[in-house]
C-alpha cells in the first residue's frame, strides 16, 4: 500500500478559521489527513473540529480516549471531537499534531475515522487523544474541515495535508 499527497494547505499571515479541502478525489483505498494546527484563543487548549462534507451541526457519535501525563479518562460524546488544540495560553510555537484515518472514505453512509492528537504545553502538560467517530453523510466524503469549537482563528503556519492510500 502506498500514500499519495492529494493536497496540502498552510495558513498564512493573518490566520483563518478553520482549513478545508473540497472536491476530495474519490480513487483511493483510505484518505488520511495530517495537521498540525495551533489557535489565537487566549487558553492553553481549545476542543478541535474535525468535520465532513460541510455538516457542522447534528450528532456525530465518537468514543476516545485522552491522557495528561498523570492521569486517563475514557468517555463519549455526541459532538465533532479531535482533540485539544494549542492555544496562545501554551508554550510558544507550539503546535498540536494529529491525524486522521478514514477507511473506505468513497463509500456511501456512515464515514468512520480514526483521530489521534497531541498537544503540548512544556510548563504544565502534555495531552494525548485517541478516538473513533462516526459520522452520517449519506455518500462519499468529498471535504473535511478542521477548526476549533469556538471558531477561534487558526495561527500562521497551521497546515494539513490529505493523503490517499493506494494499491500500489
Known amino acids: 500500500m502506498g500514500y499519495q499527497l492529494i493536497e496540502t494547505v498552510e495558513i498564512g499571515s493573518g490566520g483563518a478559521t478553520s482549513i478545508e479541502f473540497t472536491g476530495i ?77 478514514i477507511p473506505n472514505y468513497a463509500s456511501s453512509g456512515t464515514i468512520t475515522s480514526s483521530i489521534e492528537s497531541a498537544a503540548e504545553n512544556n510548563a504544565t502538560e502534555g495531552l494525548l487523544f485517541m478516538g473513533v467517530q462516526d459520522e452520517t453523510t449519506g455518500g462519499p466524503l468529498t471535504s473535511i474541515k478542521i477548526q476549533t469549537s469556538d471558531l477561534d482563528t487558526l495561527q500562521q503556519y497551521s497546515s494539513a495535508s490529505i493523503y490517499i492510500t493506494t494499491a500500489d
Do not use: E
Not at 468517555?75 to 501554551?90: E, K, L, P, Q
Open 25 to 101: 478525489d474519490q480513487t483511493g483505498i483510505d484518505l488520511v489527513c495530517v495537521f498540525s494546527v495551533r489557535c489565537d484563543n487566549v487558553g492553553v487548549v481549545k476542543n478541535t473540529r474535525l468535520y465532513f462534507n460541510g455538516q457542522t451541526g447534528g450528532t456525530y457519535p465518537i468514543i476516545y480516549m485522552t491522557g495528561n501525563g498523570s492521569s486517563v479518562t475514557a468517555g463519549s460524546t455526541a459532538y465533532s471531537f479531535a482533540g485539544r488544540m494549542n492555544g496562545a495560553g501554551s508554550t510558544a510555537n507550539t503546535f498540536t499534531s494529529a491525524q486522521a484515518y
